[in-house]
């Protein structure tokens, strides 16, 4: 009995266990203390883990979650990656997927929607989850490559849906704040340039910029907001009924026209005079 109280680990069975004896568990007679103190390493381990394929696809709560960069390659979102796969070889240039402490910009949080920018620089920009939410923008060619980082504030929660502007010299993202906000991003002072409330009630769920404007289109339940970069200016031309409609998504045509479905399967379409 005196050498099975030596030991930590018999002691905490019979701590747990109660004094069983040996024919219950006849092992427990058998451990005995090392016979040299075990020093305890609370180094990091030698081994560096390198990512090299992500399997999944985040569907169930995001927008905006899917793009095709090329002919051949998709961009899309899973936990806090986002992921250019090649549809082809199945190979994958990931972004994330490390430490903070490595000293690289990365997310620490689901990412929840993304945009992409096709032109002479070609960008991707990515919004995450958080108390004040991340957006990144980055380059899909070298994904270490951070052209910009922006936050919106406190209490938005996400950044529940973003677009670049036509010329890629803006970002307009929404969240989930009290106040259903939208924020407008400039990437050359890489500060934000408009924030606007949208109301308490009736929230926000797509937004989209016009291709050929400084135009954009917000849409969410009871609301369609066409806001302007030039003089920072937008409204709501729904005109509220007593039923809620929500318009759950947007989108520009190469002429300007403005598409917006809503949960009743309708498609209405707005053209700029």
């Known amino acids: 009995s005196s050498i099975l109280f030596e030991s930590k680990l018999s002691l905490e069975e019979i701590i747990d266990h109660a004094d069983e004896s040996a024919c219950v568990k006849p092992w427990l007679s058998n451990l005995l203390s090392p016979s040299h103190p075990i020093e305890e390493d609370l180094a990091s381990p030698k081994y560096k883990l390198q990512m090299e394929h992500v399997f999944g696809f985040r569907v169930e709560d995001t927008r905006q979650d899917l ?124 500060d934000i340039y408009w924030e606007e409330s949208t109301g308490k009630s009736d929230f926000l769920l797509d937004v989209k910029c016009s291709s050929t404007e400084d135009e954009f289109c917000i849409v969410g339940v009871n609301k369609i907001l066409f806001g302007y970069t030039s003089n920072k200016s937008h409204k709501n031309v729904y005109q509220k009924s007593n039923q809620k409609i929500m318009f759950t998504a947007v989108s520009y045509l190469y ?10 399967g309708e498609i209405r379409i707005y053209k700029r005079s």
């Open 67 to 190: 793009f095709f960069l090329s002919r051949d390659d998709l961009l899309y979102i899973s936990s806090s990656l986002a992921i250019i796969q090649n549809i082809d070889d199945y190979s994958q240039i990931i972004f994330g997927g490390f430490s903070n402490k490595e000293e690289r910009e990365c997310h620490d949080n689901h990412i929840m929607t993304i945009a992409f920018l096709k032109g002479n620089v070609s960008l991707v920009a990515t919004g995450q989850r958080g108390i004040k939410p991340k957006i990144l923008v980055w380059s899909p060619i070298d994904p270490s490559i951070i052209f910009a980082k922006f936050q919106q504030p406190k209490g938005s929660k996400e950044v529940s849906g973003l677009d670049f502007d036509k010329d890629g010299h803006y970002i307009v993202s929404f969240g989930k704040d009290d106040n259903n906000s939208f924020y407008v991003f400039d990437l050359r002072s890489k």
């Open 255 to 264: 002429d300007g026209t403005c598409l917006i479905g809503n949960d009743r």
